[in-house]
């Protein structure tokens, strides 16, 4: 029942912007975290960003270019991606981390951001 619906992946050039967003439904009472993952074709999944009770983390490479924000009253959670560079083309992962004792966590299907001149 949990979905998480992700939008605002597209084609850009370098040095351009784009926002990821992530809306969380379903049967989550409570969300510890909520993140974003990236994996590009032959690399492994690698953590982009993530919010949770404690702060945040990045991804050294996208540190001051990459932005992470949480709306609660909304369960969504955004990326704001600025001066994009074309080794960040990948499919971007939405990731939700419930709160409470069971370590479940849930993935959205992915939306592909190419940065291509």
């Known amino acids: 029942q949990v979905q998480l619906v992700e939008s605002g992946g597209g084609v850009v050039q370098p040095g351009g912007s784009l926002r990821l967003s992530c809306a969380a439904s379903?049967?989550?009472?409570?969300?510890?975290?909520m993140g974003w993952y990236r994996q590009a074709p032959g690399k492994q999944r690698e953590l982009v960003a993530r919010?949770?009770?404690?702060?945040?983390a990045y991804l050294d490479s996208v540190k001051g270019r990459f932005t992470i924000s949480r709306d609660k009253t909304k369960n969504t959670v955004s990326l704001q991606m600025n001066s994009l560079k074309p080794e960040d083309t990948a499919v971007y992962y939405c990731?939700?981390?419930?709160?409470?004792?069971?370590?479940?966590?849930?993935w959205g299907k992915g939306t592909l951001v190419t940065v291509s001149s």
């Open positions: 379903g049967s989550i009472s409570s969300i510890y975290a």
């Open positions: 919010i949770f009770s404690g702060g945040w």
């Open positions: 990731n939700v981390v419930p709160d409470g004792p069971d370590g479940m966590n849930y």
